[in-house]
């Protein structure tokens, strides 16, 4: 499919500092994929580019699978690029080991209310927390677990290299959100997505999938030319800790979501669209392009 739009000579993107989606951008983002578009670089966190896809901002963005029902008649998914896999959950963390039905009516800090991570974790509270959790407080990632350890929350859920590091703020695995969604529905668990803004095009869209995937490809081929990048954005993470990141973010559903990785992000949604969390998707809401 084809037609006679014009491509911009460079393409608005914004992803996060975090290593994954630098070792995924930095071929592309530094002109290493041959006829693949320029970027500018945006670096935010996902909750920032979350609302930056509902405000409809940027040609391209990297956010969470639960944004997907409020963007997609604007944005169209990449079915590369984003973030899907198996034992890569959100926690839920607390000071002291317990269970959860010690959640209700407890306070819980969260990353983002339009967070694939909360969404998780609203379909889990559904299931094991009778009566339901207490006051919600969003913050910013990398302030869940000193609040946690601090007092000023009772439980945290947190992403990313949170998974590795918990255990030096003191704090106990309450739950895993990624083992509840596995063990419910057998399928991998959706995170983050790459979207692109429809109007670009078909021809422009595929060339963007086709980048993506190369930028992933070329990473994979020469680590180490990523890690310049990843190390500059990686908010003075232990490299060790980076490394860890990206092997369990950055795996074969980034280079294809395939039938597999669209089973997940349809699951996902419907399960919450049927539970009031989220509207419900068009038929052929994830089509591409």
Same mark, same amino acid.
């Given at each position: 499919?084809?037609?006679?739009?014009?491509?911009?000579?460079?393409?608005?993107?914004?992803?996060?500092?975090?290593?994954?989606?630098?070792?995924?951008?930095?071929?592309?983002?530094?002109?290493?994929?041959?006829?693949?578009?320029?970027?500018?670089?945006?670096?935010?966190?996902?909750?920032?580019?979350?609302?930056?896809?509902?405000?409809?901002?940027? &040609?391209?963005?990297?956010?969470?699978?639960?944004?997907?029902?409020?963007?997609?008649?604007?944005?169209?998914?990449?079915?590369?690029?984003?973030?899907?896999?198996?034992?890569?959950?959100?926690?839920?963390?607390?000071?002291?080991?317990?269970?959860?039905?010690?959640?209700?009516?407890?306070?819980?800090?969260?990353?983002?209310?339009?967070?694939?991570?909360?969404?998780?974790?609203?379909?889990?509270?559904?299931?094991?927390?009778?009566?339901?959790?207490?006051?919600?407080?969003?913050?910013?990632?990398?302030?869940?677990?000193?609040?946690?350890?601090?007092?000023?929350?009772?439980?945290?859920?947190?992403?990313?290299?949170?998974?590795?590091?918990?255990?030096?703020?003191?704090?106990?695995?309450?739950?895993?959100?990624?083992?509840?969604?596995?063990?419910?529905?057998?399928?991998?668990?959706?995170?983050?997505?790459?979207?692109?803004?429809?109007? /670009?095009?078909?021809?422009?869209?595929?060339? /963007?999938?086709?980048?993506?995937?190369?930028?992933?490809?070329?990473?994979?081929?020469?680590?180490?030319?990523?890690?310049?990048?990843?190390?500059?954005?990686?908010?003075?993470?232990?490299?060790?800790?980076?490394?860890?990141?990206?092997?369990?973010?950055?795996?074969?559903?980034?280079?294809?979501?395939?039938?597999?990785?669209?089973?997940?992000?349809?699951?996902?949604? &419907?399960?919450?669209? &049927?539970?009031?969390?989220?509207?419900?998707?068009?038929?052929?809401? /994830?089509?591409?392009?």
């Amino acid at each position: 499919m084809s037609d006679n739009r014009t491509e911009p000579e460079t393409l608005r993107i914004a992803y996060s500092p975090c290593p994954n989606d630098t070792f995924v951008f930095d071929a592309w983002a530094h002109g290493r994929i041959p006829g693949a578009p320029a970027l500018d670089v945006t670096f935010a966190d996902i909750d920032i580019t979350n609302g930056m896809a509902e405000r409809g901002e940027l &040609d391209v963005l990297k956010v969470s699978y639960a944004v997907l029902p409020y963007v997609l008649d604007e944005y169209a998914l990449l079915p590369c690029g984003g973030a899907l896999g198996r034992g890569c959950g959100p926690l839920v963390l607390t000071r002291d080991a317990g269970a959860p039905a010690g959640l209700a009516g407890r306070t819980v800090a969260v990353p983002g209310e339009r967070s694939t991570a909360y969404l998780l974790f609203r379909l889990w509270a559904a299931a094991e927390v009778p009566g339901g959790v207490g006051e919600i407080v969003v913050m910013p990632f990398h302030e869940i677990m000193p609040a946690v350890r601090d007092g000023k929350v009772d439980a945290g859920l947190v992403i990313h290299e949170a998974r590795f590091t918990y255990r030096n703020y003191g704090l106990h695995k309450l739950a895993d959100m990624g083992e509840h969604w596995e063990a419910v529905t057998g399928l991998p668990i959706p995170l983050g997505a790459i979207i692109a803004r429809r109007s /670009l095009g078909a021809d422009t869209l595929n060339r /963007l999938a086709d980048a993506a995937r190369a930028s992933v490809r070329a990473a994979w081929a020469d680590p180490e030319a990523t890690r310049p990048y990843v190390m500059a954005h990686a908010q003075e993470m232990d490299p060790a800790v980076a490394d860890q990141h990206i092997a369990l973010y950055v795996n074969e559903f980034t280079a294809n979501l395939g039938e597999e990785g669209h089973a997940a992000v349809r699951g996902l949604l &419907d399960r919450a669209a &049927d539970q009031g969390l989220v509207p419900a998707l068009k038929p052929d809401a /994830l089509a591409f392009p």
